[in-house]
T-cell receptor, first 117, second 114 residues
Framework: NAGVMQNPRHLVRRRGQEARLRCSPM?????VYWYRQLPEEGLKFMVY????????ESGMPKERFSAEFPKEGPSILRIQQVVRGDSAAYFC???????????????FGPGTRLLVL | SQQGEEDPQALSIQEGENATMNCSYK?????LQWYRQNSGRGLVHLIL?????REKHSGRLRVTLDTSKKSSSLLITASRAADTASYFC??????????????FGRGTQLTVWP
């Protein structure tokens, strides 16, 4: 039973390019969360998606960042026109059940480390 | 904000000793979770404790939760060099508008010397 998969594991982009980060949740999970981690910091929530729906994107910058979780295929976090400040580790997590009265355990992927030159 | 804060920021102990890390948070929660992160790697889920629970055990891990003090502790008994990692607590909020998101602290860096 494979865990949460993320690719690529490392991504180098020049300023102004686009970055696409992919996340495949654990089998049977239909809830996906994206977090960003700066060096020496904890993770910061960005967006929460279900299949074909964005549930909460309040942690994501309004410009240049977008996320989707299509009916088929992985969830994609897209960063357009990257800047040096976007350099960070981006983690995806998934859960079997969504947030209800009790939040279910979120299982994390290995992360994508984005470096913007 | 709800962001949890771990204490201490860094902890250095010898193998065989116990390690205790603390976490404090600000608002009402439904659950609190502890994660481990090895350097440059992803997060590994350790344990989840619900707001109506006071203590939970899993192997060498013991977690307590005091909702009146808005704090939790993680105890690792008989530590091993392989326990060296950063440990994070993560909380949710019981308000409906932010269901789904976890709030992380900056973590405690635990070093266990052989």
């Amino acid at each position: 039973n494979a865990g949460v998969m993320q690719n690529p594991r490392h991504l180098v982009r020049r300023r102004g390019q686009e970055a696409r980060l992919r996340c495949s949740p654990m089998k049977g999970h239909s809830h996906v969360y994206w977090y960003r981690q700066l060096p020496e910091e904890g993770l910061k929530f960005m967006v929460y998606l279900q299949k074909e729906n964005i549930i909460d994107e309040s942690g994501m910058p309004k410009e240049r960042f977008s996320a989707e979780f299509p009916k088929e295929g992985p969830s994609i976090l897209r960063i357009q026109q990257v800047v040096r400040g976007d350099s960070a580790a981006y983690f995806c997590a998934s859960s079997a059940l969504g947030a209800g009265v009790f939040l279910e355990t979120q299982y994390f992927g290995p992360g994508t480390r984005l470096l913007v030159l | 904000s709800q962001q949890g804060e771990e204490d201490p920021q860094a902890l250095s102990i010898q193998e065989g000793e116990n390690a205790t890390m603390n976490c404090s948070y600000k608002t009402s929660i439904n659950n609190l979770q502890w994660y481990r992160q090895n350097s440059g790697r992803g997060l590994v889920h350790l344990i989840l404790i619900r707001s109506n629970e006071r203590e939970k055990h899993s192997g060498r891990l013991r977690v307590t939760l005091d909702t009146s003090k808005k704090s939790s502790s993680l105890l690792i008994t008989a530590s091993r060099a392989a326990d060296t990692a950063s440990y994070f607590c993560a909380t949710d909020e019981s308000r409906g508008s932010t269901l789904g998101r976890l709030y992380f602290g900056r973590g405690t860096q635990l070093t266990v010397w052989p």
